[in-house]
């Protein structure tokens, strides 16, 4: 195992924009698509899926061109196919001034120009599986004979990757420990994988929470953070865990004032200034633009002088049924209260889809206000603004049109700390 890491640990990770370029061309044909069809790219800058872009490229004769611009490095690219393809790929590497050519068609997908082994390769490693063991050993030997071949910023991505992925999955302490040493040696390039980051909480929380039977303290988690990391990994765990737990009962503003002073990105410090103008308590709401299943508009302001409980969801997901469930008694207490209005609100695009699911009834009730976003999913401004990133989430805005304080997840105390609250907002 040594000679695997050892590779990487002579890698450079220091990021080179050719040439003062900054955009990348993605290009190709699509076997079997019509005039019209859309081929989605999303991006995600340091490899986190807040700010992310999405281009949208048209089908004309089978073949479209997307260019993704703003690139200061690495990116992954997240790609979304018409059919005949199925709905979706892998995640993918670019770096500023590649041009990767995709050919789709019935005897598979190949690549040519500039970039393209990163994309040959990404796609040979997810062939391999995923898993501890002989599967990571098979991906690791893979991965090596491209060490020359591949530019080093995405060698070195590929491979703390494969590593971050077999700690997600197996809980494996051994790539645990061997990320950390990358990640303070390389805090550069492991600041801009899309999967180390996510491993930093779960191993910090068994190691000290379960381990040693400390308290959840977000605070003491950020002083560990800004302890053991270094750069651009340290601003992006700290961004992540106050995006994490914005919309909970949590000391945010506390938060933001342990973390501010490590950070220094621009790309950072944007999404730090929009949980302190949109989310603290007391920040100004969105006025968003939503519909019902008649297709009536409805905004916030329509429901001023009321207190407005929201709450966002998907489809399939397992956590917003179990909300919904402790919710409905909290609804009910209110029904009859037209100082209280209960919105529900779907990043479901499927008009029909989303009209089946409120009908069923296991993501919301029909005394609720059922919201859709009229074919926009999470990419409607009400998503954005609010950065919702995890569902469920429940917020709380007061008469004034005002984020209220944030209350105990009604799962945990079956709504008693929500009654409260309403009750408290709905008196002043």
């Known amino acids: 195992m040594k000679f695997y890491i050892s590779s990487i640990l002579l890698l450079s990770v220091h990021l080179c924009l050719a040439a003062g370029i900054s ?13 019209g069809d859309s081929i989605i790219i999303t991006s995600y800058p340091y490899g986190m899926e807040l700010g992310n872009k999405r281009y949208t490229g048209i089908i004309n004769n089978e073949n479209f061109t997307i260019i993704i611009k703003g690139l200061k490095g690495p990116t992954y690219l997240y790609f979304s196919y018409p059919n005949p393809f199925g709905s979706s790929a892998e995640k993918y590497l670019v770096e500023p001034g590649d041009h990767v050519i995709i050919d789709r068609n019935n005897k598979g997908t190949f690549y040519s120009g500039k970039g393209a082994l990163n994309f040959t390769v ?5 062939l391999l599986g995923r898993g501890p063991g002989t599967i990571l050993k098979a991906r690791q030997t893979y991965l090596l004979k491209y060490r020359m071949a591949l530019p080093k910023n995405i060698y070195s991505l590929l491979a703390i990757d494969i590593l971050a992925e077999n700690e997600l999955i197996s809980k494996d302490k051994s790539s645990r420990e061997k990320l950390l ?3 303070k040696l390389y805090p550069g390039t492991a600041g801009l994988s899309s999967l180390f980051y996510k491993t ?11 381990a040693r039977g400390e308290k959840r303290d977000l605070l003491r988690y950020i002083d560990y953070i800004v302890e053991n990391y270094k750069g651009l990994l340290r601003e992006k765990l700290l961004v992540e865990i106050v995006y994490a737990y914005k919309h909970r009962d949590v000391p945010l503003a506390a938060m933001i004032k342990k973390a501010d002073p490590y950070i220094k990105d621009i790309f950072f410090k944007q999404l730090i200034a929009n949980i302190k103008s949109n989310d603290v308590t007391g920040a100004k709401a969105y006025n968003f633009k939503l519909y019902d299943r008649d297709g009536k508009v409805h905004r916030l302001s329509d429901y001023t002088n009321k207190v407005v409980i929201i709450d966002f969801w998907y489809t399939y997901c397992g956590p917003c049924m179990q909300l919904n469930t402790k919710l409905k008694p909290v609804e009910q207490q209110f029904l009859n209260d037209t100082s209280v209005v209960f ?6 695009p499927d008009f029909d889809r989303w009209k089946e699911m409120v009908d069923g009834g296991k993501y919301t009730t029909s005394d609720r206000i059922n919201l859709q976003t009229a074919g926009k999913g999470k990419n409607d401004p009400v998503f954005s603004f609010y950065n919702i990133a995890a569902y469920p ?3 709380i805005i007061d008469k004034k049109g005002r984020m209220a304080d944030k209350v105990s997840d009604p799962r945990t105390d079956d ?3 929500l009654k409260l609250l309403i009750e408290k907002l709905r008196d002043s």
Do not use: E, W
């Open 23 to 35: 955009t990348a061309t993605i290009s190709g044909k699509l076997a079997g698509t019509r005039d």
């Open 122 to 126: 990404r796609d040979s490693l997810t």
């Open 181 to 183: 040493t990358l990640s």
């Open 200 to 210: 930093i909480y779960p191993g910090y929380y068994s190691d000290s929470v379960t």
């Open 343 to 348: 919105i529900s609100i779907s990043n479901d």
């Open 393 to 395: 989430t429940l917020l």
């Open 415 to 417: 709504g008693k700390a």
